[in-house]
Structures are given as C-alpha cells and as structure tokens.
C-alpha cells in the first residue's frame, strides 16, 4: 500500500464512482479499477460493494477511507516541513526596532538565532513606533517591535515581553535614592527625551498631561548612545526601560509612583505574507523572550 493508491481509494470514495474519480485523477478508468482491486487484494478485504452502477464503502472501507485522509494530509504536512527546512538555509529578515530593545534585547536572541540559520541574513533598523507601523503597512519592512496593547488594525502582532519604563540618572543625582517619583516631581528637572513617535515619548505625553504641565526638555534625539552618555555625566535625566539602566553601571532607576509599564511584541501586517525565515524568527523570538521571562 502505497501514497498513489490510498489517493485513488479516497478519490473514487468522494466520488462514489469509478469513471468520475478517474476524471478527477487524469487516469484512465481501468487503471482507477485496477488500482482499488490490488489495494482490496493486498489487504484481503472488499472496501466498496458494488450496487448495478452504485458502488458505497464497505465498513472496512470506511475504517480506510478515514485513516487515508489522516495518513495524506500528514504526508502533505511533512513535505512542506520538508520544503519550509530548504528555504531556512537562505533568506532574509527585515525587523525595525526601537534602539532600547535593539541595544539591551536583540543582541544576544540575533546572535543564537544566527547561529540556528546560519543561512539566513538580518536587516535590523532602529525605528520609532509610529514610523515602525507605517512601513509594515506599506511593505517597507517584514516585522516590527510593536506595542500590542495600541497599534494599527492593520498589523496583527505576537506578544513578547512587559517592560517597565522608570526613570534613569547619574547614580550621584538628588532623586537616586528615592523609591518612586511622580511626574510633579520632575517638573523643572531637564530631559533627554526621544522624538515624538515613540513609545517612551507616547508615555511622556501621557504624564504631561495628567499632570496639565510640559516637561523641561533639554534635548530631542534618536541617538541612544548620546543620551546615555548625557545622563551618565549628570546632564539630566531620561525615561528608559529597566534593562538599560540594569545593564549600565553609571546609571541609576527610579520608579514612578504609578507605575508605567509597555508590553511589547512582534508585528507584522495583517494578512500579509511571511516567508519562512520571517516565521522562523517570530517563532525563535517567541521561545526566546517566553524563556527569559519564566
């Protein structure tokens, strides 16, 4: 018993006819016959009666007929996994990220998952969020850190990790000893502040005006480094994630009294194609940032 007989068996079935089914295979209908009687030959055992120019299943037939849709179906399965197996050893990646997660995330998953697909290459960009969502939409790129809890109907996205955004000083800063802060706290203090866009500026706009007062901005950049830089000699200060303060010696967090959190996670465009080193990744990305959080 073989793939080629189990899908004449289950064509002739379905069309409860030897002349149909071999219509519906391309075949030849004495081929189609002799097909089903070698299989019956084969399994000593009838699986059709054949009534004038009727012809149903037999009850072993009936048992077949349900194992060959099990069998063909997971045969079909295997040869795309197979065939999904070939695309992994070349392909491409396009991912825009914000720089935080790009810096303090990315690096260690990027490195493990290359070494898994050593054959395929990666496009990483630091993008704010809304410009990050306008590409996915426009198909400038294949994915995007997202924030899952506000982002376009048009971007379908996978939930990664909850990132808390507190405030980050120079270790020798009047606030670094405080447990917590609000906003009012900080009315007059000067901010490093990412461009509108954002996810962190989005947060900033959010104190300002449940506070009903502008922050004392300093400087506007995209450049993290800069701003690290700028806090760490005592500059002022900027909201950043947890992570970045935890992995930066100079730098102290604080909290805010009502805590600010952002949960984010993978995004790509609804309904859009993902090849299979784009599913690979979400896949690996998934796994990895599920891992980290257990």
Request: hydrophobic share 45%; charged share 25%; with cysteine.
């Amino acid at each position: 018993m073989d793939k080629r007989q189990l899908q004449i068996f289950r064509q002739v079935a379905i069309s409860q006819s030897f002349t149909k089914a071999a219509l519906e295979l391309h075949m030849a209908q004495p081929a189609v016959s002799i097909a089903v009687k070698k299989l019956e030959e084969e399994l000593s055992t009838r699986l059709f009666n054949r009534i004038d120019r009727r012809i149903e299943l037999t009850a072993a037939g009936e048992k077949l007929l349900h194992r060959a849709e099990r069998i063909l179906v997971e045969f079909q399965q295997a040869k795309d996994e197979l065939k999904e197996l070939e695309a992994l050893k070349s392909g491409q990646v396009r991912l825009d990220t914000p720089a935080m997660l790009g810096s303090y995330f990315l690096p260690e998953q990027l490195i493990a998952f290359r070494r898994a697909y050593p054959g395929i290459n990666l496009h990483i960009s630091a993008e704010g969020t809304q410009r990050a969502e306008q590409m996915l939409i426009d198909g400038s790129t294949d994915m995007a850190i997202v924030n899952v809890q506000q982002h376009s109907e048009q971007i379908e996205s996978r939930y990664l990790l909850k990132e808390e955004v507190v405030l980050c000083m120079a270790s020798d800063h009047p606030l670094a000893n405080r447990e917590a802060v609000d906003f009012l706290d900080i009315k007059t203090e000067p901010l490093l502040v990412y461009h509108q866009g954002y996810h962190l500026r989005q947060i900033l706009n959010r104190l300002e005006s449940s506070a009903a007062h502008k922050a004392n901005i300093i400087i506007e950049t995209d450049i993290l480094r800069l701003m690290v830089g700028m806090v760490a000699s005592g500059e002022g200060m900027c909201l950043c994630l947890r992570r970045l303060v935890d992995a930066e010696k100079d730098l102290v967090s604080v909290s805010f009294k009502e805590p600010q959190y952002i949960e984010l996670g993978i995004g790509w465009k609804k309904g859009g194609y993902l090849s299979p080193a784009n599913r690979a990744f979400i896949e690996y990305l998934i796994e990895s940032a599920a891992e980290i959080a257990r």
